[in-house]
């Protein structure tokens, strides 16, 4: 018969053991998905017993740590499913390919969402990690049960939309973290088959009105949060409307990374944030917004552009090239922002223009950016409707509203060059308050001119100027470049002629003054504006130029630092 001592200690040693084996850590589980060998009623647990299809996959039980992996080279038809998945911070969620034995060089699963609403959808999910997947849907119509679900979820006045990538949450007061989007190839997504076509009616209209073809989307719906969200290293080309869209209210959409991705011919603006706080945006390329190569497109969009957002860093970026009646500058920042710094990015050969802040917008800033023969359009009647401006701001704030702002705008040490093909447009609305203009090089070669019309409208009472304006400076290639008749004049202008390197190129480089007599270290150090004891969330000096170069002794003029190179 054991003795008592035995017994304690066995029973003790067997509680231990056990209380150790349920804090274990569950082992994590890879799934395999492959068209071509796989079978859906496999388990899917080894590469050679995969499933087959998204349905099964949609339906796998995805826990913290686990991977669900396709078959790279592989075109798989339907929809990527991924709702209602909780992964952690440290065991995210995977969902990308593996290279099979029988593989192309191609690290990317293509999904064909040809007739369906979303090519990959995430819903009220958290740390899911998604990479290498080209997505397509062009076309296709629309099944009646989507329909229907469609007007169950978002009501029938609602207009339909079919989006490569999309992602919501929707539930309760939760928050949902950690979607990261890599790696990504979206392309080709419309609503419609080829022939149809959009109004000019359509074109004008705020957002558009009928269905479109979306990239990315990302929504919050209600109460429920979303934040810590990346889309990296990834392309967006030819879709209908916007290529990445950001739709939220103010604390609900947070924390926001755009990098290294190229937004191509997109047809609407390339990339756009509504009720966004804090976000990143850098090291992208924007390339034909609002293009009109296929008659299913918009039309009309600004590189990027954002609305009701708050602490936003736009740096290291290329706005090229867009298009449309209205609008489509490089970047602009509409009504209700505060805290957008625009900085270190090139801007160049946008309809719309460079420079463009709305109303009830506070404490916003381009500073250090290379602006070249942006703002060419021209209003026509049935061409369009509002003129491409060099320099705007707008108290512009919603249709019928008094105009109210901007106020508290920074705008220092860009350089702009404008041909003598294109006359510079300004515009400046009695209704702002508060405006630093400084350090700038206005290098316009042909006319300038003040434009009225469009959302530039002067109320008809009320003072003839703008108070607690620093505007002081700046280099202009001529006298005539800025217009006498704007509301806000330069109090120490010096004109003279820079002396690019290669006036005309999309290479920054070629921006840099041969004449450093005006430039080095002729600009002034950036002060408060009076009245404004908060400045920018980013400081207002800065270290470094748009090039890199650091900031000598006291700041040059423009966007590139002429002084660094000369103690080189």
């Known amino acids: 018969m054991p003795n008592l001592k035995h017994l304690i200690r066995l029973t003790l040693s067997i509680f231990i053991s056990v209380m150790c084996f349920a804090q274990l850590p569950a082992t ?163 609503f419609h088959d080829p022939g149809k076509s959009r109004s000019r009616a359509e074109t004008a209209s705020a957002m558009g009105t009928e269905a479109y073809g979306w990239g990315f989307r990302f929504f919050t719906k209600g109460k429920a949060k979303l934040n810590n969200v990346t889309v990296d290293n990834s392309i967006v080309y030819n879709v209908a409307h916007t290529g990445i869209k950001f739709n939220g209210v103010k604390g609900n959409l947070d924390n926001v990374t755009l990098s290294n991705n190229q937004v191509l011919k997109t047809g609407g603006p390339g990339m756009q944030m509504s009720g966004v706080t804090n976000a990143h945006v850098f090291n992208n390329k924007v390339d034909e917004s609002g293009s009109t190569n296929d008659t299913r497109k918009w039309g009309r969009g600004s590189g990027m552009w954002t609305w009701g957002s708050s602490h936003i860093l736009v740096e290291h970026n290329q706005f090229l090239n867009a298009n449309g009646p209205a609008d489509s500058a490089g970047f602009h920042i509409d009504f209700n922002c505060d805290n957008v710094i625009v900085q270190y990015n090139l801007s160049a050969n946008n309809a719309g223009g460079f420079i463009e802040i709305l109303g009830n917008n506070y404490n916003n800033a381009y500073r250090y950016n290379v602006s070249v023969n942006d703002g060419h359009r021209v209003k026509k009647k049935g061409v369009a ?56 090089i206005f290098h316009i070669v042909g006319d300038s001119k003040l434009v009225k019309g469009d959302q530039y409208r002067p109320e008809s009472n009320g003072t003839n100027h703008i108070s607690d304006v620093i505007f002081t400076n700046n280099i202009f290639l001529k006298q005539s470049n800025w217009p006498k008749q704007v509301l806000i004049q330069d109090q120490a202008p010096v ?74």
């Open 385 to 440: 409707f509002q003129e491409g401006k060099t320099f705007w701001l707008s108290g512009f704030n919603g249709k019928n509203k008094p105009h109210n702002g901007p106020f508290n705008s920074y705008i220092y040490n860009n350089t702009i060059y404008v041909s003598d093909e294109i006359v510079s447009k300004i515009a400046v609305t009695r209704m702002a308050k508060g405006a630093l203009v400084a350090n700038n």
């Open 28 to 190: 994590a589980t890879e799934y395999y998905v492959n068209p071509a060998i796989g079978n859906d009623n496999n388990s899917g647990t080894s590469k050679d017993a995969p499933i087959k299809s998204l349905d099964k996959a949609k339906r796998i039980k995805l826990q913290a740590g686990d991977k669900l992996l396709f078959a790279a080279g592989k075109t798989y038809w339907g929809s990527l499913v991924l709702n209602n998945l909780k992964g952690s911070a440290d065991k995210p969620i995977i969902v990308s390919t593996y290279m099979d034995d029988n593989n192309s060089d191609d690290a990317h699963a293509k999904i064909i969402a040809r007739g369906l609403l979303k090519g990959i959808e995430v819903v009220n999910s958290s740390h899911l990690q998604i990479s290498n997947f080209i997505v397509t849907a062009n076309g296709g119509g629309v099944y009646k049960w989507q329909q229907k679900l469609w007007d169950k979820q978002n009501g029938k006045k609602k207009t339909m939309m079919r989006v490569g990538v999309y992602v919501e949450a929707n539930k309760g007061n939760n928050t949902y973290s950690g979607i990261t989007f890599k790696n990504m190839l979206v392309r080709d997504i419309f």
């Open 495 to 568: 004109i003279a002629d820079v002396a690019f390197t290669n006036p005309g190129s999309q290479l920054i480089g070629d921006y840099t003054p041969q004449n450093t007599d005006v430039i080095a270290n002729k600009g002034i150090e950036i002060p408060f504006i009076p009245g404004d004891d908060k400045g920018l969330f980013k400081a207002l000096t800065v270290k470094h130029d748009i090039l890199g170069n650091p900031i000598v002794d006291k700041p040059d003029i423009g966007a590139i630092e002429i002084s660094a190179k000369a103690n080189q």
